[in-house]
């Protein structure tokens, strides 16, 4: 099992609870539905043992047809955040570090050329969409509402239909804006 994402998925849920113990932070975590089902997805497609696999993919999909949330994404590195659940959509080739996520939202497939690949430190803002084979850099915003069908360069703020950039971003201004 892959502790190794699943460690910093609920540390940095909890950065701002630093005093609880482990054992807490797991069962509250496991109590929020987006990640519970999260943990169920990462559960199924870690464990080297099938039956492990399967189990866990059967209360994965269970979860995932109840509150709407669908990851498609092996390659997903640790840190996930996503405040609220509510159809959320994550299909892409990769995702790297400290994806920060709102409801609503789709990354997938144009079905033309393919499936993102996001960077380290994105925040995608509610009700956006980010479609095709692109690439999404470090230190992305995705503000609300956006449609985002082009490469982003790493450090920009992105908004719009089709989004583009509206400014240039510092590499902490996401932990600015989350306080975290
Ligand atoms: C992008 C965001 C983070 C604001 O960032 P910011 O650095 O404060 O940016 P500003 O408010 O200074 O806006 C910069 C420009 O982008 C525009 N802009 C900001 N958000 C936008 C959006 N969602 N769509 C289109 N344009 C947007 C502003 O109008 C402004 O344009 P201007 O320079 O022509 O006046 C914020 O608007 C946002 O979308 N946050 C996501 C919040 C969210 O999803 N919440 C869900 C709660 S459940």
Sequence with gaps: MSWDVLKPDINRR?????????????????????YRTLFYYRCSISFKAKYFRVFFRKLYQINSEKFGLEIITHKMGGGVIMPHFGRIVINAEEVGNNLYIFHNVTIGNDYKTGRPTIGNNVFVGVNSVIIGKIAIGDNVVVAASSCVINNIPPNSLVAGNPAKVIKKINSDYITNMLGY
Excluded: A, G, T
Excluded at 14 to 34: G, T
């Design 14 to 34: 909890f950065i701002k609870f630093k005093d609880k113990s482990f054992y807490w932070k797991v069962k509250y975590y496991l109590s929020r539905p987006q």
